[in-house]
């Protein structure tokens, strides 16, 4: 771990026990609800594991482990284009598939993706999605309002929230920071991408979209993110906030973050300059920004918000995220100036994230002269500031604690646009969406039932009794003043961020699979809806493949895991009900033959299961623990460990022998057995494979000799193959072949046919129909976002789990539409074996092929796609030849040529 990490957790471990201390518990509006409802990424079975990890502290450990799960772990040194770069090859791939004749093979390929949800998540009474980053309504219409999601775009609604329609499905980055609306011109809409909440996975972005005729067609252009000189001052961070001028929709302000994958995750140490931004030109073709250079000496630091006083665009605050004394809020009476100069009006001490971020508001009430500023703060643990001279001077108005433990991701603040005592507060459990009528003295909580952890806050001008709210749990919406909130999330809005997927044996619809902040998520037989079965920051999952029935299924999965905390799993016989078992260590007590002190574990443990009756069961942590007995004892068949300190990341079984078994490190490490022993083998001692994060382990399920190898992370090659594993020293592959250097969390062979293959990677699906020889991007209209698991069902569907818009699924590719070979022979009138002949394949759209035959007359035309009709001709200096016209379905062997005097 870096220096500077281990640094700021000693920070934020003191700052966290600090105000656990002094928190004033009879302050909490969300107290009276259950420990499952209050803390829903911390399950109530494991609440006594709450005492040994502050809630800071555990969305810093989850950030390092989505930061690993896309590719920047291990403190690689990542290009902050190179996500936009694979996309661009992505795109152009999808173009080149387009062009090819009609046929079983293009059928196939260009399939459309189906998004079977969750749409919305079912818990109880309520109804939840993923997280909401950003909202922004109409400033006269109060149905028309915009939202963002963490990865999952942004979903519009002319109705007030009845239905949604997503505009961004295509573009290079779905995490969204900020949404703005021109005041002058509504049509147009500008969005910031990467998520700015310096926590959880938070992902980085590529710089900011413009919408045209945004209530209508929404025309997108971008990603808009280059300076004067071509430079792009954007991609590798978070757009924290965006600011039209009143009157100019061209001329705008954009604040940016790290927005890498949480504050404790690995940085993009080639990434543009953090700051504020101005744009004098945006709603050109090709608009440019330049870097505002008169805030805090040009330091390169986070802003994680900028807010101009709405009688006067001049004056601005930002709230700047630096240790202290340099922390805290600046203002600026030139912000439209050549060269604007800030002045520190607030100045925070300490160094944690929490301590220093900021949010504000801002209302010029009429008649007045200046501007009212509100600003939550995370600054001693969760107060709210009042500036009644337009940012010049701010005055404490309450200290209540609205955003502890985590004041870095939950703080939301809004004031009505007319009544500037009439305050609008959000942050973490403690108190999830609350109104003063006081301007800010005294708080009454609105949000009882809503998904906690709350992140922005929108009062529609036009009708001020509308407020719209995001949180963890999705999109709500007040038409009371905030006194109470419906949630939005219905069957148009989309935006879970899946961790695994595990389907039925034989059901073609029961899925099991884990989500950030949402449970873990059961899709019923009947295909008709996602139902929470089990609370907690759900991770891997597992069904018992010897299901008879889809009522008593075994099933398992994780929650996080943390060394002397929670190491382990839970389990129960009957998927849809019934209590859960946990397997492992729950605090400091060992269980069930699982330690609580091993030397390492990932926050999402790996967990997989093997051939048998029951499934045997495994669960990664420095060493890999074994179970035949639905987990009640457990078994260490590893060294323990393998590598101290190292956690395992991925385990591969093989379907037909619980004895073949590969076993992958985060740091690239690979070890297996093909005898079920207990000192596993290092399969790859001259380091071929390279060492970054082993995301898949997967041994084909007709060969054991045949397994797959995947990697998470950019501008490495990912993909791994040998076809010895039985050998002392197993022979790796690169078969990555055509597929960007991006990161593949998800792989399997299909069992009907293991020569197709499918990877899930960080922007999209690929397939191979010839065991990894060739590759090509799998389906059409997938949004661009990161593919976290893979699976097979019994109705001969493809279905993934996606890490911001759900599950979604597309027929597998089928044996008719994999890519035939036509080979034969030309000869002369006599019989004999013509040479030097070109033979000539062209397809319906006149593509020609042409290939010489050998000495003994032989030719052939492999990857021929099947299910169309081809010309085949033969040029020769002697011969005529007669074309044939050919219907291929299957392979042509022996077609012969002959020649005419």
């Known amino acids: 771990m870096k220096r500077s990490t281990i640094a700021l957790l000693l920070c934020v471990a003191v700052i966290v026990g600090f105000l656990v201390f002094w928190f004033d518990r009879n302050s909490l509006a969300q107290m009276g609800l259950p420990f499952f409802e209050r803390e829903p990424d911390i399950p109530a079975m494991l609440a006594n594991s709450k005492a040994s990890i502050g809630k800071e502290q555990f969305l810093i450990e989850r950030a390092n482990a989505f930061a690993v799960m896309r590719g920047l772990g291990n403190d690689d040194v990542v290009d902050p284009l190179a996500r936009t770069e694979a996309l661009k090859e992505l795109e152009k791939q999808h173009r080149d598939v387009a062009r090819l004749p009609g046929s079983n093979f293009k059928e196939a390929v260009t399939a459309n993706w189906a998004p079977i949800g969750p749409a919305p998540i079912i818990a109880g009474s309520a109804r939840y999605s993923g997280r909401v980053t950003a909202i922004a309504v109409h400033p006269t219409n109060p149905d028309i309002v915009y939202v963002g999601a963490a990865q999952g775009g942004v979903y519009r609604s002319t109705n007030g929230g009845t239905s949604w329609t997503p505009l961004m499905e295509q573009a290079h980055s779905l995490a969204v920071g900020a949404i703005a609306i021109s005041p002058s011109d509504p049509e147009i809409v500008y969005v910031g991408t990467g998520e700015p909440n310096f926590s959880s996975d938070s992902f980085f972005g590529v710089g900011i979209y413009r919408i045209n005729n945004a209530s209508t067609s929404a025309d997108l252009t971008g990603p808009l993110n280059r300076d004067g000189s071509g430079s792009d001052v954007f991609s590798g961070r978070a757009i924290s906030k965006i600011v039209i001028h009143p009157t100019d929709p061209g001329t705008i302000l954009v604040s940016s973050t790290s927005g890498v994958g949480g504050i404790g995750a690995a940085t993009l140490p080639d990434a543009p300059a953090r700051g504020i931004y101005r744009s004098t030109n945006a709603t050109t073709a090709a608009p440019t920004f330049e870097r505002l250079t008169g805030l805090l000496n040009n330091a390169n630091v986070s802003v994680r918000d900028i807010i101009s006083d709405p009688g006067d665009p001049n004056i601005l605050i930002a709230g700047v995220v630096s240790a202290g004394p340099n922390g805290g809020i600046y203002r600026t009476e030139n912000a439209l100036s050549a060269s604007p100069t800030f002045v520190q009006t607030q100045s925070y001490t300490g160094t944690a994230t929490s301590e220093l971020t900021t949010e504000f508001a801002a209302i010029r009430p009429a008649g007045s002269d200046t501007a009212v500023f509100y600003a939550a703060s995370g600054n001693l643990g969760g107060r709210v500031l009042r500036s009644t001279d337009g940012g010049i001077t701010w005055v404490e108005r309450v200290d209540n604690n609205f955003c502890t433990p985590q004041c870095f991701y939950d703080i939301a603040i809004a004031v009505d646009p007319v009544n500037p005592d009439l305050v609008y507060l959000g942050g973490a459990p403690a108190m999830v969406a609350a109104f003063s009528t006081n301007g800010g003295e005294l708080f009454t909580e609105g949000g009882s039932g809503v998904h906690v952890d709350t992140h922005v806050l929108a009062v529609s001008k036009s009708n001020p009794t509308i407020i719209y709210l995001g949180t963890d749990g999705g999109i709500y919406k007040s038409t009371n003043s905030g006194a109470s909130y419906t949630h939005l999330n219905t069957a148009e809005f989309s935006a879970t961020q899946f961790m695994g997927i595990s389907i039925h044996p034989t059901d073609p619809n029961l899925t099991v699979g884990g989500t950030q902040d949402n449970g873990t998520l059961y899709y019923d037989p009947a295909a008709t809806s996602w139902t929470r079965i089990d609370g907690g920051d759900g991770g891997y999952s597992v069904i018992d493949s010897n299901a008879v029935d889809t009522t008593n299924v075994r099933v398992y999965h994780t929650y996080y895991s943390r060394i002397n905390s929670i190491v382990g799993y839970s389990t129960r016989a009957t998927v849809a009900s019934g209590s859960w078992s946990f397997r492992g260590c729950n605090g400091t007590t060992p269980a069930n ?146 597929i960007p250097q991006v990161p593949v969390s998800a792989f399997i062979v299909d069992p009907a046919n293991p020569s197709i293959l499918y990877a899930g990677t960080d922007i999209g699906v690929y397939v191979s129909a010839d065991a990894g020889q060739t590759w090509d991007p799998f389906g059409s209209g997938l949004p661009r976002t990161a593919v976290f698991d893979i699976a097979k069902t019994a109705g001969n569907m493809i279905r993934i789990a996606t890490h911001g818009r759900g599950m979604w699924q597309i027929p597998a590719f089928s044996n008719s539409a994999v890519p035939v070979s036509i080979s034969g022979r030309v000869t002369t009138p006599t019989g004999l074996g013509l040479r030097n002949a070109a033979v000539t394949l062209t397809d319906a759209q006149g593509v020609r092929r042409v290939t010489t035959t050998s000495s003994f007359g032989l030719y052939s035309f492999g990857d021929v796609a099947p299910g169309a009709n081809y010309q085949i001709s033969v040029s020769s200096k002697r011969y005529r030849f007669t074309p044939m016209i050919l219907n291929v379905t299957s392979a042509i062997t022996n077609l012969d040529l002959l020649g005419l005097e």
Request: charged letters at 15%.
């Open 593 to 738: 033959g699982i330690n609580c002190n091993d030397t390492a574990v990932l926050f999402y443990a790996p967990l997989e299961s093997g051939p048998g009756d029951p499934n045997t069961i495994y669960y990664g942590t420095d060493r890999v623990y074994r179970s035949s007995d639905r987990g009640l004892t457990h078994t260490v068949v590893s060294q323990a460990p393998i590598q101290s300190g190292i956690a395992i990341s991925a385990i591969g079984i093989a379907p037909q022998d619980d004895n073949v078994r590969i076993i992958g490190l985060r740091n690239g490490g690979l070890f297996g057995t093909n005898t079920g022993n207990a000192t596993l083998t290092d399969l790859d001692p001259t380091g071929v494979i390279p060492p970054s994060f082993i995301a898949r382990a997967v041994i084909d399920p007709t060969d054991v000799k045949t397994a797959y190898i995947t990697l998470s992370a950019f501008g490495v090659n990912n993909i791994f193959k040998t076809t010895d594993l039985d050998a002392a020293v197993p022979t790796w592959t690169n078969i990555s072949g055509t």
